[in-house]
């Protein structure tokens, strides 16, 4: 009896709801009302997007001349195992924590293609992530390892990861990632990071971030 009747009112209710769109549909020129609204709307949703995407493009940086630094980092231990790290990028400076033995700083670079090289447009930068590790595989498998995301993309709209995943730069594109591999991390260490032909490099800049790297 009781699912009787809320099949009756459910029927009821659509039959209503069918009464409501007959008559919008039997109102003339609806179809171009609606045609307007929906293409009104379109538009602004694509506004929307590229504004967006020039917000998430305003994230990168101006590619220096090669040899100049992108960004140095200083290491100073806080217990075992455990280093703050000082992001210096341009003017401005950054300290995250990471858990660990080894250090991996990833970049992404978004270069151009054909004429807009030819019109004199420079590829940009933006640094991604800063990872740790731990030197043994056993600890790193109980231990958690630390990740300081060090940009992101408003809304997940991500135009270099799109272009990354569908290997579609729109013929004026060029995206690709940038690495320093895992180093050891050194209280006091300090590393100038540069990109160069052969991709993300960091340079030592006293006694102890030689070390590392020799570790």
């Not at 280093?83 to 080894?102: C, F």
Request: charged share 20%.
């Amino acid at each position: 009896m009781q699912y009787n009747g809320l099949t009756w009112a459910i029927a009821l209710l659509a039959l209503l709801v069918l009464v409501f769109a007959w008559r919008i549909l039997a109102r003339p020129g609806w179809f171009l009302g609606w045609l307007r609204g929906t293409c009104g709307l379109a538009v602004v949703g694509l506004a929307a997007i590229g504004a967006v995407i020039a917000y998430d493009l305003h994230s990168y940086t101006e590619l220096p001349a090669t040899g100049r630094t992108l960004a140095s980092l200083k290491f100073s231990a806080e217990g075992h195992q455990r280093y703050r790290v000082t992001i210096q990028e341009g003017a401005r400076e950054r300290n995250t924590i990471l858990d660990g033995d080894l250090w991996q700083l990833d970049a992404r670079v978004l270069g151009w293609n054909r004429l807009a090289t030819l019109i004199g447009l420079r590829p940009g930068y933006r640094l991604d992530a800063l990872t740790s590790s731990y030197r043994t595989a056993e600890q790193q498998a109980v231990a958690e390892s630390s990740r300081a995301v060090l940009a992101a993309s408003p809304y997940g709209i991500d135009l270099w990861r799109w272009l990354r995943e569908t290997n579609n730069g729109l013929f004026l594109f060029e995206a690709r990632g940038a690495r320093v591999a895992f180093l050891s991390m050194v209280d006091g260490a300090v590393f100038n990071v540069q990109l160069t032909s052969e991709g993300l490099v960091a340079e030592a800049q006293n006694q102890a971030a030689r070390d590392a790297l020799v570790r």
